[in-house]
T-cell receptor, first 113, second 110 residues
Framework: DAGVIQSPRHEVTEMGQEVTLRCKPISGHNSLFWYRQTMMRGLELLIY????????DSGMPEDRFSAKMPNASFSTLKIQPSEPRDSAVYFC???????????FGDGTRLSIL | EDKVVQSPLSLVVHEGDTVTLNCSYEVTNFRSLLWYKQEKKAPTFLFML????IEKKSGRLSSILDKKELFSILNITATQTGDSAIYLCAVAGGADGLTFGKGTHLIIQP
């Protein structure tokens, strides 16, 4: 069975550019999560969706970050404009329900120069 | 605000040693505690604990939860170099979703 699929795997771009990260959750999972991981701050929850509806976006750093889930099989995390401090690994995860074990994608390693 | 604290932050041991990783938490409306192992890429699920005092076991790994003292431990016996990873503890409580600790970086030397 396919797991959580993220793209791109690695992106390097200059500050000020728009960045869009993509995620396809496991089919049948109702909850989708976006995380950011850095050495300094560890794994931080940015936003999560339940049945395609954003439930808690309190972890989104600021207005430059936005996330959408137009349907059950696709979500995007957008950063506009990007800044060097956004450099991190961004993970998408899905689960059957919000507090059930989450299955993680391989992550997108984002570097903003 | 929900809080999960793991210790130690980093641990280096020799192959064959036994290690104990700690996770303490403060959350409202605790529902479960989960352990993950993260090697080079994504975290992979190890255990989910909901009841105090019941040990979960998988090969050389085991974990137990104490809901009175608000902590969990993850034990690894007869460690191998393949156990080297970051071990993450996460708690489900309050609103939906998980709160993660910063992880314990475990290095097993041959």
């Amino acid at each position: 069975d396919a797991g959580v699929i993220q793209s791109p795997r690695h992106e390097v771009t200059e500050m000020g550019q728009e960045v869009t990260l993509r995620c396809k959750p496991i089919s049948g999972h109702n909850s989708l999560f976006w995380y950011r991981q850095t050495m300094m701050r560890g794994l931080e929850l940015l936003i999560y969706f339940n049945n395609n509806v954003p439930i808690d976006d309190s972890g989104m750093p600021e207005d430059r970050f936005s996330a959408k889930m137009p349907n059950a099989s696709f979500s995007t995390l957008k950063i506009q404009p990007s800044e060097p401090r956004d450099s991190a690994v961004y993970f998408c995860a899905s689960s059957l329900q919000g507090d059930q074990p989450q299955h993680f994608g391989d992550g997108t390693r984002l570097s903003i120069l | 605000e929900d809080k999960v604290v793991q210790s130690p932050l980093s641990l280096v041991v020799h192959e064959g040693d036994t290690v104990t990783l700690n996770c303490s938490y403060e959350v409202t409306n605790f529902r479960s505690l989960l352990w993950y192992k993260q090697e080079k890429k994504a975290p992979t699920f190890l255990f989910m604990l909901t009841s105090s005092g019941i040990e979960k076991k998988s090969g050389r790994l085991s974990s137990i939860l104490d809901k009175k003292e608000l902590f969990s431990i993850l034990n690894i016996t007869a460690t191998q170099t393949g156990d080297s990873a970051i071990y993450l503890c996460a708690v489900a409580g309050g609103a939906d979703g998980l709160t993660f600790g910063k992880g314990t970086h475990l290095i097993i030397q041959p």
